[in-house]
């Protein structure tokens, strides 16, 4: 098993700027590709962005290419989203999810560990 824990959520204004952060413990060995994941209200959670570990292939959604980065520590095992240039449809519960598949998913259904989530709201 995977343990994900999301931190760095919060209110902030619109065009401001955010990071997230996901530590990952446990089986960390048999991670092959980290994913973030966002569900707003009365949506279906949606894929955001995600990367590979050992090759460092990254994947963006349409939505967030050119706002967001996704970075990782492979000695901390922690992924991070930068999120910059912010707006009300940004505003979500974010996800890490983890993956044993060496591959950038963009399906819910394709990853197998997940956190439990850090809220982010934007105000106008």
């Known amino acids: 098993q995977v343990q994900l824990v999301e931190s760095g959520g919060g209110l902030v204004q619109a065009g401001g700027s955010l990071r997230l952060s996901c530590a990952a413990s446990?089986?960390?060995?048999?991670?092959?590709?980290m994913g973030w994941f966002r569900q707003a209200p009365g949506k279906e959670r949606e894929f955001v962005a995600g990367?590979?570990?050992?090759?460092?292939?990254?994947a963006y959604a349409d939505s967030v290419k050119g706002r967001f980065t996704i970075s990782r520590d492979n000695a901390k095992n922690t992924v991070y989203l930068q999120m910059n240039s912010v707006n009300g449809d940004d505003t979500a519960v974010y996800y890490c999810?983890?993956?044993?598949?060496?591959?950038?998913?963009?399906?819910?259904?394709?990853?197998?560990?997940w956190g439990q989530g850090t809220q982010v709201t934007v105000s106008s």
């Open positions: 990367l590979t570990w050992s090759v460092g292939y990254i």
């Open positions: 446990g089986r960390t060995f048999s991670m092959a590709t």
């Open positions: 999810a983890a993956s044993p598949r060496l591959r950038v998913g963009l399906q819910v259904g394709e990853y197998d560990s």
